[in-house]
């Protein structure tokens, strides 16, 4: 994930999970919602990127013709109405930026197809980032989904509740994945919000550590293992934050039940999986990422 900028990141709760993270990230890493401002500033940081390559370009290059600088795209706006705001004041920057730019080439004897090409450029960087952004749209292949969640989402909700009494957190994660309830719940799933954020991380801990632990020994994992652990360390830290922000947020004392045997069944796991007891367990837990791996190096290599 791309940083916004250089300097040392300030900190953001998010509005949709309640995880505390770095501003000089566009999305958060916990639960994927958008964070404006540094979408904004990713934007602002290619475009004057590409208008500084431009620049050189035109202190070094070889004629232009004002056809080679004629046309301006206008790209479409796959968005909801919500970001229609800043993609128009994304435009407006940017056709400021290109009418410098062009006078600029105006003034200069010999930029020729070189300026040309990087035009192109930009105007490729500008589709690309629309592109990326789709994912505020609906794409068609989920309208059918999200129809019959909306539909059945009473009977789902009560699969679901099924599915938490039973501690069988795994399985509602991917319950919700596969109605596509996760990210556009209907009304009647607004009650689990801060259980399926912790479900969705401690799904992804305990998936990882059983990937591990069943391949470990095989010797064309080796490279594979390495990588896991590297991923499982980051789950452990992402599901901890997620946990504490959204333990502290939810008031319905059954849902926090459901949120704190999860922690509860994470460690067992660790101490069933990695051979730890409640000590080796916490003081993994304390340990920094770096120093979580190479325990785990040694715990799954038998070193």
């Given at each position: ?178 109605h596509e309830l996760m ?35 095989d010797p064309e994992y ?82």
């Amino acid at each position: 994930m791309r940083s916004v900028s250089d300097k040392m990141p300030a900190k953001i709760i998010c509005r949709a999970c309640g995880a505390q993270y770095d501003t000089a990230l566009v999305r958060c890493p916990f639960c994927g919602t958008a964070y404006a401002p540094g979408e904004e500033a990713e934007y602002m940081d290619t475009l004057e990127d590409v208008r500084e390559d431009l620049q050189r370009q035109i202190e070094s290059g070889d004629n232009v013709s004002a056809q080679d600088r004629a046309g301006v795209y206008e790209p479409a706006h796959p968005f909801g109405e919500g970001h229609e705001k800043n993609m128009r004041r994304f435009k407006k920057r940017y056709e400021t930026t290109e009418k410098k730019v062009s006078a600029f080439a105006q003034a200069v004897e010999g930029l020729g197809k070189k300026a040309a090409v990087l035009v192109l450029l930009l105007i490729a960087i500008i589709v690309t980032v629309v592109i990326a952004s789709a994912n505020y749209a609906d794409p068609d292949e989920e309208k059918e989904v999200r129809r019959d969640a909306e539909k059945n989402a009473e009977v789902y909700a009560q699969e679901a509740d099924a599915l938490l009494e039973r501690g069988e957190y795994v399985e509602y994660a991917s319950f919700l994945y596969a109605h596509e309830l996760m990210n556009f719940p209907p009304e009647e799933f607004k009650r689990f919000r801060s259980v399926h954020y912790v479900a969705q991380e401690y799904s992804e801990c305990i998936q990882c550590m059983e990937e591990m632990i069943l391949r470990s020994d095989d010797p064309e994992y080796f490279d594979g293992l390495d990588a896991d652990i590297r991923i499982f360390c980051m789950y452990v830290e992402a599901f901890y934050e997620v946990f504490e922000a959204q333990k502290s947020s939810e008031k319905d004392e059954v849902y926090l039940g459901y949120i704190m045997d999860m922690e509860t069944e994470l460690r067992a796991a660790m101490r069933a999986y990695f051979g730890m007891d409640d000590i080796a367990v916490q003081e993994f837990l304390d340990m920094s990422r770096a120093q979580k791996a190479v325990k785990l190096e040694e715990v799954l290599r038998h070193e």
